[in-house]
T-cell receptor, first 116, second 115 residues
């Protein structure tokens, strides 16, 4: 969805490096999410934010941190990358008020991260 | 803890056949069950969703069947086409409070439809 953009799209880094993944959205949604996707494990929630002042841990937050710089921007950081953080990372947004209460989530195109 | 279990992990069907993907959940507080479709190189996108007050929802060739007592729901793709080849995720969420809107996803099913 072009309304949710992620940078970079691909990144190769080394163990111990700090890395930041960025997400921007033009949908005007308050809610933003970071997921990682691994084969056979599906999508797992890392962090989520329901507004600029609200940050919450998901099920796999260890080793990650986030920053909600503005309504439209939500960044994910790996403070010291390790190989098992190699995965596909997705940002998503939602606004239950505009989706009939169904809270449809709109995903970005993903960032493929490889930690050597 | 995986609260939504999805099967099979991969599925191959012939064009025109029926594709069936199953999900089972544990949390009886779940009240919204969407299916997302993901094409290679893209993010997942909502395909179809159901609430537990109905047992079936149909949109074109896609149908969700829901069995509240068994805590199971499934996606049926009728007349499967090669363009349906994608990864499918079931999901579930709970109402209200600070958890509202959080989705718990299944493990995903890679569907391949042969011409």
């Amino acid at each position: 969805d072009a309304d949710v953009t992620q940078t970079p799209r691909n990144r190769i880094t080394k163990t111990g490096k700090r890395i930041m993944l960025e997400c921007s959205q033009t949908k005007g949604h308050d809610r933003m999410y970071w997921y990682r996707q691994d084969p056979g494990l599906g999508l797992r929630l890392i962090y989520y934010s329901f507004d600029v002042k609200d940050i919450n841990k998901g099920e796999i937050s260890d080793g990650y941190s986030v920053s909600r710089q503005a309504q439209a921007k939500f960044s994910l950081s790996l403070e010291s990358a390790i190989p098992n953080q190699t995965a596909l990372y997705f940002c998503a947004t939602s606004d239950p008020g505009t989706s009939g209460g169904y809270n449809e989530q709109f995903f970005g195109p993903g960032t493929r991260l490889t930690v050597l | 803890q995986q609260q939504v279990k999805q099967s099979p992990q991969s599925l191959i069907v012939q064009k025109g056949g029926i594709s069936i993907i199953n999900c089972a959940y544990e949390n009886t507080a779940f009240d919204y069950f969407p299916w997302y479709q993901q094409f290679p190189g893209k993010g997942p996108a909502l395909l179809i969703a159901i609430r537990p007050d109905v047992s079936e929802k149909k949109e074109g060739r896609f149908t969700i069947s829901f069995n509240k007592s068994a805590k199971q729901f499934s996606l049926h793709i009728m007349d499967s086409q090669p363009g349906d080849s994608a990864t499918y995720f079931c999901a579930a969420s709970t109402p209200g409070g600070t958890s509202y809107g959080k989705l718990t996803f299944g493990q995903g099913t890679i569907l391949t439809v042969h011409p």
